[in-house]
């Protein structure tokens, strides 16, 4: 069953929203697209969000907008 904003693993609980959200995208891809083991796709969501929300500058459950 693919999880979605409101049934998600627990490990994600204390993500911010949509730094969730976004991992909730990624582990139900992986495992329709690469059949992979929900543990391993959990991780690897959570892992792969965090970078998603680090290269657009998130900190903190905001969004930082760069002066450059």
Do not use: F, H, V
Not at 13 to 20: G, Q
Not at 21 to 43: H, P, Y
Request: charged residues 30%; without cysteine.
């Amino acid at each position: 069953m693919p999880w979605t904003k409101d049934y998600y693993p627990a490990s994600m609980k204390n993500l911010p929203e949509e730094i969730r959200n976004k991992a909730i995208e990624i582990a139900n891809a992986l495992l329709e697209e690469k059949n992979m083991e929900e543990g391993i796709a959990i991780a690897t969501a959570i892992s792969r969000a965090k970078i998603w929300a680090k290269k657009r500058d998130w900190l903190g459950g905001r969004m930082i907008l760069s002066e450059n």
